[in-house]
Structures are given as structure tokens and as C-alpha cells.
């Protein structure tokens, strides 16, 4: 409905009314689907790995966004009502769970979303403070991506136990400051059907300790630090990516302990 004042000569006022026709939606009323995020108790409690370290988190950051439900090709029984075309950045370390998306459908749906820089032309949702914002949002280059935001940003800290491995080696404390620009597309298959007028709750976890497994295969994987530690060629208690890709590996398809992390692990984060 559109309303419109004119002023008449004799000083009345003129309402004008214009009314426009939406078509109407005779679907029936959708079920909803919660999407949160949270991280398991690694984040929180910290991560003792299998090789004597302790490694705790002071950031870890995502940015998330474009969800939608999508139809099973072969079954066709999902109806999408909603997308929402934005993203969020959120730090887990800070508050959590976050709410990713509120979708609308009906049937067995599945769950669509990226794990990604925020694009140019895409709202952003921040539940971060400005300067978090601006690194994020902030395209770039790295070894492996060329001009994008950040996807993963992670800073923390590896603290060697006296006595473990390698107690001879490198420094006992390695901080570690990573930003990761790769994106990444997720769909998750195994949903409960949406029914009409009922809410489910859908949960997304991510596994920061996935960033230190020795192997691809997460069933099998432990977290292990002592190969990252040995990467630090300067032992100035920093480790950076540039030294992790300078440093071969021999686990899985990826030739550098980097590349390993920044193309296999980082992609294994959420579940």
C-alpha cells in the first residue's frame, strides 16, 4: 500500500492511497530449520595431543554463510520456501553457539553452506569487534590463494609437557597465527523431514583439533604438534604457514606439512 499527502489551495490535506496485489502464497505453512554453530570441548578446555603437547586458543574465527535447503536429486522430496544470501563472521573462542541460518521448507531437505571469505557483493552478519572484522573482510595472498578474505583465522598457543618427546628439541611454547583463504562448499545429507509449523534444530560443530591430525582420516587421526614444532626453523616460538610449507611430509597425497594442513585439514573442520 502506498500513501500519498497533497495540500489542497483551500490548506486541507489529501490522502491518496494506491494498493498493490501480491500474489498469493498458497503453499502450505514450511517447517523451520535452526542452523547453529558451535566447536567441541577442545576449543574451551584446550587440546593435550597424543606427542606431550597442550595447545589453547585465543582466536577462532569463521565466516560462514550462503545456506539453503536443496533437494536429494533421486529422491525430489525436499520444497525449499527460503535461502539467505549472507554471511557471518563469528570467534567461537568468544561466545557460542551462533544461529548460521533460519530456513523454511518441507520434507527431507538437505543443508547446503560454505565456509568462505565474505564476498563483495553479500551482507555481512559480524558478531565480532571491528578490528576482527576488517582482518577478515581484508583480501590477500598466500602461498596457496590469491586475493580473497579470510575463511579460518586461528591464533593460539603449543606448550610442550616437561619430559615428552622431543624434550631436546624445539622451543617448549610455539605461537602460532594462521589465516586460511580457501573456500570451502558443504552439504549435509541426513536431516530430519521438515514438517509444517515444526522447528528443528540443526547443529554444525567444528573441530579445532582436526588442524593438528596426523592423518586424513579422522576416525583414525590423533593431534600431534611435534612435526609443526619441528617446522619452526628459526625456533623463535612463532610458527608461521611459510615454515609449516617449507616442510615435507609424507602422510597423504600432500608434499609439505602446509599444504597438508591449508588444502586437507583445514576442509575436515566441520561436521
Not at 490548506?11 to 502450505?28: I, T, Y
Not at 571491528?130 to 590469491?146: A, P
Not at 598457543?157 to 589465516?179: H, K, L, N, Q, Y
Not at 616460538?237 to 608434499?255: I, Y
Request: a negative charge.
Amino acid at each position: 500500500i502506498l500513501v500519498m499527502a497533497r495540500k489542497l489551495e483551500r490548506g486541507e490535506w489529501l490522502l491518496l492511497f494506491s494498493v498493490a496485489c501480491l500474489p498469493l502464497d498458497r503453499r502450505p505453512e514450511p517447517g523451520v530449520a535452526v542452523v547453529t554453530l558451535s566447536a567441541d570441548a577442545g576449543l574451551s578446555t584446550g587440546i593435550a595431543t597424543a606427542d606431550g603437547w597442550r595447545i589453547t586458543f585465543d582466536r577462532f574465527a569463521l565466516a560462514l554463510g550462503n545456506a539453503r535447503l536443496t533437494n536429494d536429486p533421486a529422491a525430489q522430496a525436499c520444497s525449499p520456501y527460503t535461502d539467505t544470501q549472507y554471511f557471518r563472521i563469528v570467534d567461537l573462542v568468544q561466545s557460542e553457539p551462533h544461529t548460521l541460518s533460519t530456513l523454511h521448507g518441507l520434507g527431507a531437505c538437505r543443508l547446503q553452506f560454505q565456509l568462505s571469505g565474505t564476498p563483495e557483493d553479500e551482507p555481512i552478519v559480524s558478531h565480532v569487534g571491528s578490528d576482527l572484522e576488517r582482518l577478515m573482510t581484508t583480501r590477500s595472498s598466500d602461498l596457496f590463494v590469491q586475493n580473497r578474505p579470510i575463511t579460518v583465522s586461528v591464533l593460539g598457543t603449543a606448550v610442550r609437557a616437561e619430559g615428552a618427546a622431543g624434550a631436546a628439541g624445539p622451543s617448549p611454547a610455539v605461537a602460532f597465527d594462521w589465516s586460511f583463504r580457501a573456500a570451502f562448499d558443504y552439504e549435509f545429507c541426513d536431516l530430519p523431514a521438515l514438517q509444517t509449523g515444526v522447528a528443528e534444530a540443526i547443529e554444525v560443530q567444528v573441530h579445532p583439533r582436526r588442524l593438528f591430525h596426523d592423518s586424513l582420516d579422522a576416525s583414525a587421526a590423533v593431534p600431534r604438534f611435534g612435526p609443526y614444532a619441528a617446522a619452526n626453523a628459526d625456533d623463535d616460538a612463532a610458527l608461521t604457514l611459510d615454515e609449516l610449507a617449507a616442510s615435507p611430509t609424507e602422510s597423504g597425497p600432500f608434499s609439505t606439512l602446509g599444504e597438508r594442513l591449508y588444502l586437507g585439514l583445514v576442509p575436515r573442520l566441520l561436521t
